[in-house]
């Protein structure tokens, strides 16, 4: 199936994770990613338990902050 | 990694955190990587930091989307993201070194320490065998 991440369009198996997409996208730290599907962010608990669909659009949505 | 900004990006970008001084300003660059080595900021986002300090900044991950979808829209790709130092040199800190966990990414740090003489630097920050390795990037104002 064919899916949006970061932008660009993936083929990617059928039922596919959001924890196997990070794994496969190399995602350094991915506790400090945040993850949009849809448009509807994914928490982090619910990664192993949501599958993608035909059509999603995945974005990856690393941690900005930092302090003096 | 050389970078280039607009003057008048930079501009808004100086304007926006001296009226938000003394709490640290924030933001997210975009623009396209060119096949000479090149990193062309074309776009710079200034958004809230939602921690509202001088100490530290965070941007709102909705706010993150909402901007690179108008990135995506626009054909833009996110490239890093910009904050400035009110009161300290334009260099890392270890937070946010710590914090710097895109190793895609550009982080520009605009320094007020000198009012009269802001300084904007750019840095890559890779983890590297787990220690965090910085390497300053060649920034022009064009």
Known sequence: MKITVAGEKKEVKEGLTVAELIAIEDVETPEYVTVSLNEEFVEQEGFSATTLKEGDEVEFLYFMGGGR | ?142
């Open chain 2, 1 to 142: 990694m050389q970078i280039t900004i607009k003057k008048e990006d930079y501009e808004a970008m100086l304007s926006h955190a001296k009226s938000v001084a003394p709490e640290e300003a924030c933001g997210l660059i975009a623009g396209e990587d060119q096949p000479e080595g090149i990193r062309e900021i074309k776009k710079v986002y200034m958004l809230e930091n939602v921690d509202h300090t001088n100490e530290h900044f965070t941007i709102d991950p909705k706010d993150q989307l909402a901007a690179i979808k108008d990135m995506r829209s626009a054909n833009l790709k996110p490239l890093g993201n910009w904050h400035s130092h009110p009161e300290s040199p334009s260099r890392p800190s270890e937070e946010d070194k710590r914090l710097a966990n895109d190793k895609n990414a550009s982080y520009l740090i605009l320094s007020l320490e000198n009012a009269e003489d802001p300084v904007l630097n750019g840095f890559h920050v890779e983890s590297i065998d787990g220690e965090k390795t910085v390497r300053k990037e060649e920034l022009s104002i064009v």
